[in-house]
C-alpha cells in the first residue's frame, strides 16, 4: 500500500507534458474560449510550477496554433477568424478520409469496439447534460481513429487541429454549440448518429463509405458557422482549468 504523504506536503509539480496535456484538453473540451488571457502567474500558482516552464508550454501550444504570444502583451488561447475557421474543416476533410482509410485497413474487432464505446459514451454525457464530458469524448472518437491508422504523422497533424475545432465552434458555433444546451441531447457539436454510420462502414470494411461519411459529417459542422456570433467573458483560470486547490 502506498504511503500517503505528510500532511502539509505538496503532491509532485506535473511535468511540462501533464501540464501541456491539461490545457490541450482544456481547449478541446471547450473550457477555455477563445481570447482568454492566458496569465504565466496564474497558471504557474494553479499548477504549481515556475512561470519558466509555463511559458515553455505556452510556446509548445503557440507552434501548434492554440495559442496567441503577444509581445509585451502575453498569451492568450487563439481566435481564428473566419478564414481560419473555414481552413480548419478544409484541412480535416483532407486529413482524416485519409486517416480513415488506414484505420479501416486495419481496425481490429477491439479498436471496433473502442470507438463503438467513444459513441456510447458521448450519447451517455449528452442525455446527462454533462456537455463537456461529450465534446470530449467526440474528439476522442476522432483522435482514437488518427491514433489507430498507420500514419503517426497525419496524426500528429489532426491532433491541434480538432482542438482548433473547438476553438472554431466556440467562436462561431451556433447559441446551442456556445451555451449550455440541456433542451436537447443530440444538439450540439459532433452528432453521434454521425459517428454511427462512421463506424458502421468502418465494420463494413467499406473505406469509400466511411470517407464520404467523415467528409459529410465534417461539412455539416462547417455549415452551422456563424460568423457574427459574440463571445462571452469567461471565469479565472484555475476554475477553467478545474484546478482550484490543487496547488494549494
Known sequence: ??????????????????????????????????????????LGQAFGVSRTRIRQVLIRLASEQLVTLVPNAGARVAEP?????????????????????????????????????????EERARAAGERHDAIRMAGGFHLHIAQH???????????????????VLVRYGPQEIRELAHQGAGRAVCDCTEHRTILAAVKLRDAAAAGRAMVQHLARLRTQLVFDATTRAAPGLAELLGLQGAAG
Do not use: C
Open 149 to 167: 491508422a498507420g500514419n503517426a504523422t497525419l496524426a500528429r497533424v489532426l491532433r491541434p487541429l480538432v482542438s482548433r475545432t473547438s476553438l
Open 81 to 121: 477568424t473566419p478564414d481560419e475557421a473555414r481552413e480548419v474543416f478544409e484541412a480535416r476533410a483532407l486529413i482524416e478520409p485519409v486517416l480513415l482509410a488506414g484505420f479501416v485497413a486495419r481496425a481490429t474487432g477491439a479498436d471496433q469496439r473502442a470507438l463503438h464505446a467513444w459513441i456510447v459514451d
Open 1 to 42: 500500500m502506498r504511503a500517503r504523504p505528510a500532511k502539509g506536503v505538496r503532491p509532485t509539480p506535473p511535468s511540462d507534458a501533464e501540464i501541456h496535456e491539461h490545457l490541450f484538453d482544456a481547449l478541446l473540451d471547450q473550457r477555455l474560449a477563445p481570447g482568454t488571457r492566458l496569465r504565466e502567474d496564474e
